[in-house]
């Protein structure tokens, strides 16, 4: 994993569980490493629906965004796109 230079805060919900917190805080991570440093692409399909609801899940992913500039929907969208091999989202989301 990538040695990260930013510093902010994960939107976390203190009534998860650790092992809840350690699901999304990898799922950011994922996140950052496709925009840092490229992530390969499973890496990023391994991560699974974390929050209870979709539509938690996208307020965490626009959370993030807010604080980090990195987008969880892009990287996704990009994963899905690609068949294999590394991605790496740029600021612009391409």
Do not use: H
């Amino acid at each position: 994993m990538a040695t990260k230079e930013n510093s902010y805060s994960y939107p976390i919900d203190p009534d998860w569980t650790n092992d809840e917190m350690k699901e999304v805080i990898g799922m950011f991570r994922v996140v950052e490493d496709a925009y840092e440093v490229g992530v390969e692409r499973q890496a990023v399909i391994d991560q699974k629906q974390v929050a209870n609801s979709k539509a938690y899940e996208k307020q965490l992913g626009k959370r993030f965004e807010d604080v980090s500039g990195c987008s969880l929907y892009k990287v996704m969208q990009v994963a899905k796109e690609k068949t294999a091999g590394k991605i790496r989202v740029n600021q612009d989301g391409k």
